[in-house]
């Protein structure tokens, strides 16, 4: 198992960058330059985060079952056509893609994290595949239907980078295809919102704190296991429908339809769960 440890005054960070940082930097006369290296790395958390097992320990209890029924939905709510080539963006470990490949479509799961696609890949078949990619890049192939599910977008520090995710997902559209971005409801999360709470997991304790700064919903994750102290942090801005109909009128997309759960009820703007949108 990896370990995530302290180095100097900072907080947990890769095993591989600890070990770049120090044969590359000296204390003495680099000071700034190991400030930059973990500067990047903060403002890329989820580089770190989604690619320790506790990640995937912290959250193995989600409603899989209810995802199941949100993408049958869904996907009879677009229809798709037989075998339709589909894009799983923010993948994970590929549950999901997983079951769209079920459903008959020919799938590519993608994300960013190396272990998680390198555990996915497992489950690789013909018309299902999987790849480490940054959702900011325009893929080659293009995709009769783009899914990224249960808020995997606004992870960026720069919001030009999502603006860019939105081109890049527009563009790797087929003529006909359709995207669809299923966010929280922030004006439904914010005044609920749990400021601490301990959740116990195989044995760990996940000391988690929820707040509000700099318009992102932040929630910060301490815990000890094997011995070994960590801190995590996640950070999600905190994007509106307002925003996305920004965002998507700069990235020259069309918004079609606008959701507020998983049974495609209607969005409502202080009471729904989700903002689902649809795209192209």
Known sequence: MQKYTKFACYEFYAPELMSEIKNQISFDSSSKALESKISSQK???FASWFDTPYYHILYKERNYREAQVFMDTLTHYLNLPDKAKVLDLACGKGRHSIYLNQLGFDVIGADLSE???SEAKKNANTTLHFQVHDM?????DKFDAIFNLFTSFGYFENDD???KTLIAIKESLTECGFAV??????HQVIPNLVPDEIKTVDGIDFH?????????????????????????????KALTLEDFQTMMEDAGIYLLDIFGDYKLKKFHKNTSERLIMIFK
């Open 136 to 140: 900011r890049e325009i893929f080659e």
């Open 161 to 163: 980078d999502n603006l």
């Open 181 to 186: 971005i299923d966010f929280m409801n922030v």
């Open 43 to 45: 403002s890329n958390w």
């Open 115 to 117: 272990n998680s696609i």
């Open 208 to 236: 988690i704190k929820r707040y509000i700064a700099e318009n992102h919903i932040i929630k910060e994750i301490n815990f000890e296991a094997n011995n070994e102290k960590y801190h995590f942090t996640e950070k999600v």
